[in-house]
């Protein structure tokens, strides 16, 4: 099976710009994640879907960031407008339904913020 | 809030010799623990699950849960230079799917 795919791996946008991050769940996967990850505050949450469903969403984060899952396979994160404290390294993680089933992670999206 | 709290920052090993990696978290209602490890420009890749008291082992890792301490630790058994990387345990928030990671810990395994 292929794992986790997310696309681009690198980014770099202007302060104010849309971006959106695009991430393919493993086949068969019905729980899907979206963290950020930064050094200062290692990962963070901002997305949780079971079933395309949104089942919880990072409060802190809501107002300029939107994650869908449009169908079973494709997600995305859209960011906007940008701000250079969203420059960080966004995961995106898949799971069979249920939570001792383990979290399988991509290898992430790094984004640059000027 | 769960928290999750990871010592040592930084770990240096000499290959061959045993690392130990702790972890301590908040909520005592937790039932799901993980380790991770993240090689730099990669993605996270698990280790060792673990869903109650006592020890699981898989391969050269070796989790060891004691809740009423709340506390869980990594042992790799026979570290390799391969192994440098940075480990992140992640806890449950009780009741809940969602996973509180630690700031992790970066272990360098000299050779």
């Known amino acids: 099976d292929a794992g986790v795919t997310q696309t681009p791996r690198h980014e770099v946008a202007e302060k104010g710009q849309t971006i959106i991050l695009k991430c393919e769940p493993v086949s068969g996967h019905n729980d899907l994640f979206w963290y950020r990850q930064t050094k200062i505050q290692g990962l963070e949450l901002l997305s949780y879907f079971r079933s395309k469903s949104l089942m919880e969403d990072g409060g802190a984060f809501k107002d300029r960031f939107k994650a869908e899952m449009l169908n079973s396979s494709f997600s995305t994160l859209k960011i906007q407008p940008t701000e250079p404290k969203d420059s960080a390294v966004y995961l995106c993680?898949?799971?069979?339904?249920?939570?001792?089933?383990?979290?399988?992670f991509g290898p992430g999206t790094r984004l640059t913020v000027l | 809030q769960q928290k999750v709290q990871q010592s040592p920052e930084s770990l240096t090993v000499s290959e061959g010799a045993m690392a130990s990696l702790n972890c301590t978290f908040s909520d005592g209602t937790s039932n799901n623990f993980r380790w991770y490890r993240q090689h730099s420009a990669k993605g996270l890749e698990v280790l060792v699950s673990i869903f109650s008291d006592g020890e699981k082992e898989e391969g050269r890792f070796t989790a060891h849960l004691n809740r009423a301490n709340l506390h869980v630790s990594l042992h790799i058994r026979e570290p390799q230079p391969s192994d440098s990387a940075v480990y992140l345990c992640a806890v449950n928030q009780g009741g809940s799917a969602k996973l509180i990671f630690g700031e992790g810990t970066k272990l360098t395994v000299s050779s």
């Open positions: 993680a898949s799971r069979r339904q249920g939570s001792s089933y383990e979290q399988y």
